[in-house]
């Protein structure tokens, strides 16, 4: 044996080698596998690492994962349930854990098979709606470890939650959806007074207003809650807030609701630290732009509207929100109105004072655009990596490069285009184009053009073609 092998053979021997090794080998699935048969250094470390999630991964996961992931299954683990010495080893590593139930066969009919195992590191735990979810046998995942805790369907009862609060004080995320007739208004406010911890929270499906009011009450004064995904917030309630003249939701930073347009303005007299907003603005909604100018520290906002929205309501929005790195709007009654007064001057001057987008997504009628917008576009927004927008453009008319000589969508990643009216420019060659869009954006991985013209439907189709082989 040379020397060379031999000092590669002590290296595998050193436990903290091996160690940053193994993580960085972390999502290689095939070759964490191998390294099980290294020796029990590398086999010990490997499993821990194979194991770590468990369950169906959606493809919405936060953060994606390689495609060459594959997590072990929840019935992979239950198999080991008569091997009880093997079956905790593997469950000690497990950090994620999710129980499918919209697959042909829901996981969660394995609850039993777990009985008498811990699972003590556990962070994360999902659950999807099954029969199988009964209380009785959920309180076993639920340990101090546990930060991130969702649940759809019927959580079964209070007693849930009183022990939810009580085994996990490190609770950072909860997740209930559905309309749980088993849960009372007490319970939940009880459960939100007493889970200090928690930083983020999303009920979804509640669908009384007096229940929302009721649980509002601890969540706006919670001093940890930094983000809120799924209840209303109802304008009579937000009134009452208003009158008592005191600070709501002092840590909030990341808000997904529906209120009313002057539910916005009272909101934001008393909330202006948001920087990311999701609101869908119920009733005329005139204004709603403009309010969101008080939020300066906006990054992402995303508005569906009713009402109108005007050009200098936009540019005031891009004047004082300068931080905005997304954003999204959409008028669900665009085809009822005049479109805005928007055209390629407004674009240039809207994008200048834009230069930190990365996505913007118009769902709005924008007939006086062309060509000459997207060159704004990718002039001043050159961190852009998504643009969905509609307008008249002519792709081949662009130019490879712009003034600077420097490629006019350096980072976008998908472009979603709507050619206004009825188009009959013709493509002169399809070919071309094709060779044009891939100077255009070098990185361009989804693009779709819908329009009645022929040929681009066509230059759509063979992007696509070519994407897949």
Not at 124 to 148: A, C, D, G, T
Not at 235 to 243: A, G, N, Q, R, V
Not at 418 to 424: E, H, I, K, V
Not at 431 to 449: C, G, H, M, T
Request: proline content about 5%; charged content about 25%; some cysteine.
């Amino acid at each position: 044996m040379s020397s060379l092998q031999l000092n590669a053979r002590r290296l595998g021997q050193i436990p903290e080698l091996v160690a940053l090794i193994l993580d960085f080998l972390f999502l290689e699935t095939p070759t964490l596998l191998s390294c099980t048969r290294v020796n029990r250094l590398w086999a010990g470390g490997a499993v821990s690492s194979l194991w770590y999630r468990v369950g169906h991964i959606h493809a919405s996961y936060e953060p994606p994962l390689p495609p060459q992931y594959r997590a072990p299954q929840v019935q992979h683990l239950a198999a080991l349930a008569d091997d009880a010495i093997r079956i905790q080893r593997y469950a000690n590593c497990v950090r994620e854990l999710t129980f499918s139930g919209f697959r042909r066969v829901s996981d969660s009919q394995y609850h039993s098979r777990f009985m008498g195992v811990r699972f003590p590191r556990l962070e994360r735990f999902v659950l999807e709606q099954s029969e199988w979810n009964r209380p009785e046998l959920l309180h076993q995942y639920l340990h101090p470890n546990l930060k991130q805790y969702n649940h759809f369907g019927s959580l079964g009862s209070n007693k849930s939650l009183k022990i939810l609060a009580n085994r996990c004080p490190s609770l950072e995320e909860i997740s209930l959806d559905g309309n749980d007739d088993h849960i009372i208004e007490q319970g939940l406010i009880e459960f939100l007074q007493t889970a200090t911890s928690l930083r983020r929270v999303a009920f979804y499906g509640r669908h009384s207003d007096s229940f929302a009011e009721k649980v509002l009450e601890p969540l706006a004064v919670h001093p940890h809650l930094s983000e809120m995904k799924g209840l209303d917030l109802p304008e009579s309630w937000l009134e009452k807030i208003h009158s008592r003249n005191v600070e709501i939701f002092p840590s909030l930073s990341k808000l997904s609701a529906s209120l009313t347009e002057n539910g916005l303005r009272l909101l934001t007299d008393r909330t202006t630290g948001l920087t990311h907003l999701d609101a869908a603005i119920d009733g005329p909604n005139m204004e709603a732009l403009e309010l969101c100018t008080r939020l300066k520290s906006l990054k992402s906002l995303e508005l569906v509207l009713s009402g109108a929205i005007h050009a200098e309501n936009l540019l005031a929005l891009a004047s004082s929100c300068k931080l905005l790195e997304s954003l999204r709007l959409a008028d669900v009654a665009a085809d009822m109105r005049p479109p805005p007064k928007i055209d390629d001057a407004f674009v240039n001057q809207f994008t200048t004072k834009l230069s930190k987008l990365e996505t913007l997504v118009l769902h709005l009628r924008l007939p006086h655009l062309t060509t000459s917008s997207l060159l704004s576009f990718g002039k001043n927004c050159k961190r852009m990596q998504k643009l969905v927008i509609e307008g008249k453009f002519w792709l081949e008319d662009l130019p490879a490069q712009d003034t600077n000589g420097e490629v006019i969508f350096p980072e976008l990643k998908t472009l979603a285009l709507s050619f206004t009216g009825y188009d009959d420019h013709k493509i002169p060659s399809v070919s071309q184009a094709l060779r044009r869009l891939e100077e255009l954006a070098p990185k361009l991985v989804d693009f779709n053009y819908l329009t009645s013209n022929k040929d681009y439907r066509h230059l759509t189709a063979e992007w696509k073609r070519l994407q897949e082989n």
